[in-house]
């Protein structure tokens, strides 16, 4: 039952690049001409040694058609041509050479710019003209789908952050952070613009392992959701009716209109936004269960440092940490120091995911990338400062040294309202 | 005109000198100072290492301590941002995206920086957060805030810094794969901010 809900809602991959629109490719002209299929192989040859199409490279040298009664046409591309250039005049010698010795009648045709970054991309160019498809070389799990299994704990994780971010009164962003080996939560933050307790080490560590009620009070609130069946979540649903201008991602310049004097137990801080305190607690817990390195000779354990986007499985790291959630702190850390020869310290949040209600300013998206979280699930996509496709685009810019993947779950506005009020008192 | 450029040059040299304590301490060496009314008020260096959070640059460390001390001396929000709005920020190196971010939502008026960041940067290299200048049509919540911004200052020394740190190894680092030894500035610079 619990499954056959989960499929009414969607996890979305939210790609590298913005989709071109399928029937709308860019395009370039090259010259092309008709050959002898005969003649193919010594044309191809030679044409990739006088005129390679270097930025060009996903476009097929040959266009194949099979004509009415069976008649094989080849096409071949010649080179690149410039727009509105029907002149040959500009082609190398060598290849005016060519096109006079196979007497070719070169003609001026489209190409697809870029390579495809999906099947249906791609079937779409092979319209125009073929091209080659190679799907991405490096796997992020779930970009190509998700199991059952997994898409149930990942709305679970989702379901914690809601139920975080609604948890007081105001509506805030929230983040979860959690190690998807042992299904275990790392950390967990609400924004604290306005509410940060100064005495940080105290909210650093509570919030890190133990929490045993978290997959049963998720279970209800994900039974809650089920009552709400068939969520159409479309285009017209990305404008939330609230304007929740208690998230912190979404109003980032909000702080300053304050009028809000500091008190004793809390000050304002304009840049603690929930991932930011997500990350800085899972510093913290890193720090409390592996507490020196000097000591015990423990280096951190990046597994792909020269190459972050084939994101180092997080299987091949141990799973001994937190898998036993019962114990408290102090447990935890004694069984991990006296399991040290099985242990690896992940380097930073290498292999974790993090869950946000809605999509992360760019400040918070680029913490992520330091701290080299795995992949990135929001909920709500964010207009005004989203950094994952609304406003900027970090996942996909190349410079980056590390590269998470990013997904929407798509819930509906309803699901923040649902959080606490319809969870029976157990 | 002289006379601002030697200010300029002797502020950041306070800015290296943060540099030195983050690589005394094993640390990439990142440092800056904000000054207000001429006067230095704050400074911070790298200390990510320490933290085990990559996001504890030198900028965030500076930024927290005024944000302590002024709420602590009982200023209002309105007031904080007022004095950022006054405050002009000299880091060794461009600052990253999410430091120029943290910037922009804090309004400060000014950045000078020593050298460029490839690989991060927030201020030209990689995005422009500094022109991020958008007031909303209703004129209440600003979509960005800009920030003047000027590169280039002292930009040998920063990089003498962090070539003189890669080239002894960051014996906190992960084991790299390929050797640490460095090529070239740019392939310097791409390690900056780890
Ligand atoms: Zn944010
Ligand atoms: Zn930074």
């Known amino acids: 039952m619990m499954n056959k ?155 914690s952050a809601m139920e975080l971010a609604t948890s007081d009164g105001v ?15 790392i950390s967990r933050a609400r924004d604290q613009v306005f509410a940060w307790s100064t005495n940080k080490e105290n909210s650093s560590i509570d919030s890190s392992c133990n929490r045993k009620s978290e997959f049963s009070s998720s279970d ?121 020869q099985l242990l690896e310290r992940p380097y930073l949040c290498t292999g974790y995911d993090i869950y946000l209600v809605w999509e992360p300013c760019t400040m918070c998206a680029m913490a992520l990338v330091h701290q080299r979280i795995r992949r990135i699930f929001y909920a709500f996509p964010n207009r005004n400062a989203g950094a994952l496709g609304s406003v900027h685009r970090l996942q996909g810019e190349k410079s980056l040294n590390h590269h998470y993947a990013v997904f929407r779950v798509l819930l509906p506005e309803e699901a923040l309202h649902k959080c606490h009020t319809e969870v029976p008192q157990t | 005109m002289n006379d601002s450029c030697s200010e300029t040059v002797r502020l950041m040299k306070l800015a290296i000198d943060q540099a030195n304590l983050a690589m005394d301490a094993l640390e990439v060496p990142v440092g800056c100072v904000i000054v207000h009314d001429g006067k230095v008020i704050s400074s911070g260096r790298n200390r990510t290492t320490e933290t085990r959070n990559a996001t504890r640059h030198a900028e965030m460390e500076a930024v927290d301590v005024l944000l302590e001390q002024w709420q602590k001396n009982g200023l209002s929000m309105s007031e904080v941002a007022e004095k950022f709005s006054n405050c002009t920020l000299y880091v060794t190196c461009e600052p990253c995206i999410m430091c120029a971010s943290a910037l922009s939502i804090l309004g400060i008026k000014e950045v000078f920086y020593g050298c460029s960041n490839d690989k991060f940067g927030g201020c030209g290299s990689i995005l422009s957060l500094h022109q991020n200048s958008t007031d909303s049509p209703n004129n209440e919540v600003p979509l960005g805030k800009g920030f003047k911004c000027t590169g280039g200052i002292m930009a040998s020394e920063a990089v003498l810094l962090l070539r003189t740190f890669y080239e002894q190894g960051n014996p906190n680092a992960p084991k790299p794969h390929r050797p640490v030894a460095v090529a070239s500035d740019k392939n310097e610079l791409e390690l900056v901010h780890q």
């Open chain 1, 220 to 340: 209800v609130i994900s039974n809650n959701f089920a009552t709400h069946e068939s969520f159409q979540v479309n285009e017209s649903n990305n404008q939330l009716k609230q304007p929740y201008t208690g998230v912190a991602c979404l109003y980032p310049w909000q702080w300053a209109k304050q009028q809000l004097h500091s008190q004793s137990s809390y000050y304002c801080h304009p840049l603690r936004h929930a991932a930011m305190v997500a990350v800085e607690s899972s510093a913290a817990r890193d720090r409390y269960i592996f507490p020196s390195e000097e000591n015990n000779g423990e280096k951190p354990l990046e597994l792909d440092h020269e190459n972050p986007s084939s994101t180092s499985s997080p299987a091949k790291r141990q799973k001994t940490v937190c898998t036993t959630v019962e114990n408290d702190d102090d447990q935890l850390k004694a069984r991990n120091q006296s399991s040290n």
């Open chain 1, 171 to 185: 509506v805030v962003n929230a983040a979860v952070i959690v190690d998807p080996s042992a299904k275990q939560i």
């Open chain 1, 5 to 159: 809900q989960f499929d009414t809602c969607e996890i979305v991959h939210i790609p590298e690049k913005e989709p071109h629109d399928l029937h709308n490719q860019p395009t370039e002209f090259v010259f092309a001409s008709a050959i002898d299929p005969q003649n193919a192989n010594h044309i191809v040859r030679r044409l990739n040694q006088i005129a390679p199409l270097e930025n060009l490279r996903h476009v097929k040298r040959i266009q194949k058609k099979v004509l009415e009664r069976g008649q094989v046409q080849l096409s071949v591309i010649l080179c690149a041509a410039s727009e509105g250039d029907n002149q040959l005049d500009s082609v190398p010698p060598a290849l005016q050479e060519l096109i006079s010795s196979f007497q070719l009648s070169p003609f001026i045709t489209k190409v697809c710019k870029y390579a495809a970054t999906s099947k249906e991309e791609w079937q779409e160019q092979c319209k125009i003209w073929p091209t080659s498809y190679h799907p991405r070389t490096y796997n992020i799990d779930g970009i190509t789908g998700f199991s059952d299994e997994n898409s149930e704990c990942i709305f679970k994780f989702m379901q």
